[in-house]
């Protein structure tokens, strides 16, 4: 089993839906999970970093931790085209990141 | 925000030869730098752990021989892929962890490194 598991899509949704993307994984150590966005042939950039259980938001983006379920979440509100890449999650306890496989998602005009 | 840059951004080698890649923290210094790699549709793998100042750790099943690394200085790191094979074609990408500043701790991402041995 991976340690961490991210269903790599594609996801296609229209202009405007709600974007839902998740994670889970296996390692009860992990401490801090983040979301990074990877256009194509680019560097992953840093969206969204936790620490705890709950939600936090910036903007169009939630990301939401369940500890207890092992699971985690990015919404994406409104989405536009420009929204449209890979999402990567990840998680670490030592500074060593541990990535998804990434989502691909395209959000259509 | 962080910066951090790799050169070459692209890179075509003959089997056989050796290429070295470099990250740079640009703002920050960074005495910790990881280097990924990562193929098409695929994760980012980790390949091994930069330390400024001494010797670098390996991911299990990564030849520290062939992916020679040096953390020279607070701000540079650099891979060197020794005796490229077509396998080794990959996208490679560092990153640097912020030591200092309100972002420390943060992990910043260089642009990555395509590497095509033909």
């Known amino acids: 089993q991976k340690e961490v598991e991210q269903d790599p899509g594609p996801l296609s949704v229209p202009e405007g839906a709600i974007v839902s993307l998740n994670c889970t994984y296996s390692?009860?150590?992990?401490?801090?999970f983040m979301w990074y966005r990877q256009y194509s042939r680019k560097g992953p950039e840093l969206l969204m970093y936790?620490?705890?259980?709950g939600n936090k938001e910036d903007g169009r983006f939630t990301a939401q931790v369940d500890k207890s379920s092992k699971y985690i979440s990015l919404f994406i509100r409104d989405s536009q085209p420009s929204d449209s890449a890979t999402y990567l999650c990840?998680?670490?306890?030592?500074?060593?990141?541990?990535f998804g496989q990434g989502t691909t998602l395209q959000v259509k005009p | 925000g962080a910066v951090v840059s790799q050169h070459p951004s692209r890179v075509i080698c003959k089997s056989g030869t050796s290429v070295k890649i470099e990250c740079r923290s640009l703002?920050?210094?960074?005495?910790?730098m990881f280097w990924y790699r990562q193929f098409p549709k695929k994760s980012l793998m980790l390949m091994a752990t930069?330390?400024?100042?001494?010797?670098?750790?390996?991911e299990q099943g990564v030849e520290k021989d062939k992916f020679l690394i040096n953390h020279a200085s607070l701000t540079l790191s650099t891979l060197t892929v020794t005796s490229a094979h077509p396998e080794d074609s990959s996208f490679y990408i560092c990153?640097?962890?912020?030591?200092?500043?309100?972002?420390?701790?943060?992990?910043?991402f260089g642009p990555g490194t395509r590497l095509t041995v033909t």
């Open positions: 990153s640097a962890i912020r030591t200092s500043g309100r972002s420390r701790g943060e992990q910043y």
């Open positions: 390692n009860s150590a992990f401490q801090y």
């Open positions: 936790t620490y705890s259980s």
């Open positions: 990840a998680m670490t306890v030592t500074g060593k990141l541990i």
């Open positions: 703002d920050f210094q960074a005495t910790t």
């Open positions: 930069s330390n400024e100042g001494s010797k670098a750790t390996y």
